[in-house]
């Protein structure tokens, strides 16, 4: 019996500790992906720092100008006073394909006799050829106004391009723990991270290539007219008709905001106010089916006599008042 008791004794005691082994094996795979997703995500946070430490320590050449090449947004527009609107833009329509560029937007405008007195286009065209395009709208007619403006975004792009490299190789990172992983649990938590990291990654590719066409490609505006532009003077008749009709057309779009926005209370409040309505009404027909008599049409009540007092009008003639009754032949 103590033989049997000692060898399950023995047998609880190994599978305890096997189980141990096992927990604690468990515990330290566990541990070591923990450790080598916090690795990725270290790499993912240092990675645009380090980018910003290496433009840091590119340094600035004599003159100012960057070591690295700069990225620059350019924008233009224009107004051209021409004798043909259409010929115009049909122009410079294809001096701007031939740069390879497209049209981004176009419009046009006649006269009550058809004629074309104003056209707008808005090119886009590879930043090298704009300013050749822009010399060359004085061979259409007279430039009357010009503006030109550039954005260096620099630090932006390069940004953007860092928290990219380092997401990739967050990405890449993941996919490798993944194939790694031992349980269900720690393989999920992988996929739900790599599934956020690969959305991050998409969206900093799609807003790069915004930026990359923005800077690739600039975006000038001209409008071709027939006559010169004048601005009204706000200090005369016409500039305060304009300031007026501005501010009715406020006052308009005003009033229609609060018109809508009272709307759905005003529906709320008719359901009472009908059901008020209807109960008054109710209540007046009632009181027209049962009038109350007027006081002028109730009965008068005769007052009884005060006790003791005699009617005279009513009494029978007496022997003193039969000699008055009597005929004149028969006194005497």
């Given at each position: 019996m103590e033989r049997i008791l000692k060898s399950f004794t023995a047998l609880l005691l190994a599978l305890f500790l096997l189980s141990a082994c096992g927990s604690a094996l468990d515990s330290?795979?566990?541990?070591v992906a923990d450790h080598d997703m916090e690795v990725a995500d270290d790499a993912a946070e240092a990675a645009p720092e380090e980018a910003q430490d290496q433009d840091a320590s590119g340094g600035v050449l004599e003159g100012g100008t960057s070591a690295a090449e700069r990225q620059v947004i350019t924008t233009a527009s224009a107004v051209v006073?021409?004798?043909?609107?259409?010929?115009?833009v049909r122009q410079v329509v294809g001096l701007a394909t031939g740069y390879g560029g497209y049209v981004e937007a176009r419009e046009e405008s006649t006269d009550d006799d058809g004629e074309p007195v104003y056209a707008s286009v808005t090119l886009r065209l590879p930043q090298d050829n704009l300013d050749e395009l822009i010399e060359q709208l004085n061979d259409?007619?007279?430039?009357?106004?010009?503006?030109?403006?550039?954005q260096d975004v620099t630090s932006t792009y390069r940004d953007l391009n860092a928290?990219?490299?380092a997401l990739e190789t967050s990405v890449d990172r993941l996919i490798e723990i993944m194939s790694e992983a031992d349980s269900a649990e720690e393989l999920l938590q992988?996929?739900?991270?790599l599934s956020e990291r690969q959305a991050s990654l998409e969206s900093l590719q799609a807003e790069l290539n915004a930026l990359e066409d923005q800077i690739s490609l600039s975006t000038v505006h001209i409008s071709f007219t027939t006559?010169?532009?004048t601005e009204v003077d706000r200090d005369g008749f016409m500039g305060g008709l304009q300031?007026?009709?501005?501010?009715?057309?406020?006052?308009?779009n005003g009033f229609l905001v609060v018109a809508g926005a009272l709307v759905p209370w005003l529906a709320v409040l008719a359901v009472p106010g009908v059901v008020v309505l209807l109960?008054?009404?109710?209540?007046r027909k009632k009181r027209a089916a049962n009038p109350r008599p007027a006081a002028s049409e109730q009965p008068a009540v005769q007052e009884d006599p005060e006790p003791g007092a005699a009617d005279y009008s009513k009494q029978p003639a007496g022997p003193e008042n039969a000699s008055d009754e009597q005929p004149p032949h028969e006194r005497g």
């Amino acid at each position: 019996m103590e033989r049997i008791l000692k060898s399950f004794t023995a047998l609880l005691l190994a599978l305890f500790l096997l189980s141990a082994c096992g927990s604690a094996l468990d515990s330290d795979d566990g541990a070591v992906a923990d450790h080598d997703m916090e690795v990725a995500d270290d790499a993912a946070e240092a990675a645009p720092e380090e980018a910003q430490d290496q433009d840091a320590s590119g340094g600035v050449l004599e003159g100012g100008t960057s070591a690295a090449e700069r990225q620059v947004i350019t924008t233009a527009s224009a107004v051209v006073e021409v004798d043909d609107t259409r010929e115009a833009v049909r122009q410079v329509v294809g001096l701007a394909t031939g740069y390879g560029g497209y049209v981004e937007a176009r419009e046009e405008s006649t006269d009550d006799d058809g004629e074309p007195v104003y056209a707008s286009v808005t090119l886009r065209l590879p930043q090298d050829n704009l300013d050749e395009l822009i010399e060359q709208l004085n061979d259409y007619g007279e430039v009357t106004d010009l503006t030109e403006s550039a954005q260096d975004v620099t630090s932006t792009y390069r940004d953007l391009n860092a928290r990219i490299n380092a997401l990739e190789t967050s990405v890449d990172r993941l996919i490798e723990i993944m194939s790694e992983a031992d349980s269900a649990e720690e393989l999920l938590q992988i996929e739900t991270t790599l599934s956020e990291r690969q959305a991050s990654l998409e969206s900093l590719q799609a807003e790069l290539n915004a930026l990359e066409d923005q800077i690739s490609l600039s975006t000038v505006h001209i409008s071709f007219t027939t006559e010169p532009i004048t601005e009204v003077d706000r200090d005369g008749f016409m500039g305060g008709l304009q300031s007026g009709w501005n501010a009715l057309v406020g006052f308009i779009n005003g009033f229609l905001v609060v018109a809508g926005a009272l709307v759905p209370w005003l529906a709320v409040l008719a359901v009472p106010g009908v059901v008020v309505l209807l109960l008054l009404h109710r209540h007046r027909k009632k009181r027209a089916a049962n009038p109350r008599p007027a006081a002028s049409e109730q009965p008068a009540v005769q007052e009884d006599p005060e006790p003791g007092a005699a009617d005279y009008s009513k009494q029978p003639a007496g022997p003193e008042n039969a000699s008055d009754e009597q005929p004149p032949h028969e006194r005497g």
